[in-house]
């Protein structure tokens, strides 16, 4: 945890922001990161994120079981995503969102936005071609030497 607030403080001195994160398997690291969204222009390079990546990557495996996160700040709700589709086992986690909101980086509202009926939410959203779009998972759905995920 130490290493993952250190990456966050360093973020800051080099022009990102104030997260960072470990990925860890049986107590070695196998990645770090720190938040790159305003270096990398990408609204994605969270840190969270972006160690997932590098710790798939490192094991060759988008399978992290095993592995355990520790991040600076409790992950927002796309990190929070990523950690359940990595297959991590365990979270651990130093500032809170409250923290984090107090500085000005509010999840809530995704949070909010997540639970509604889509015709609810701020962004608005609609089906098109869905039948057409139906036939990628028929394929999957029939496709027998597929990778399951």
Known sequence: MRRAIWLSEESVKS?????????????????????????????????EVSAIRRAAKALGSFDLSGCEIYTSCEPCPMCFGAIYWAHLDKIYYANDRKDAADIGFDDDFIYKEIALKAADRQKPSEILLRKEALKAFELWREKEDKTEY
């Open 15 to 47: 022009g990102g922001g104030p997260f960072g994160a470990v990925i860890a398997k049986n107590g070695e690291i196998v990645a770090e990161a720190s938040n790159c969204v305003t270096i990398d222009c990408d609204p994605t390079a969270h840190a």
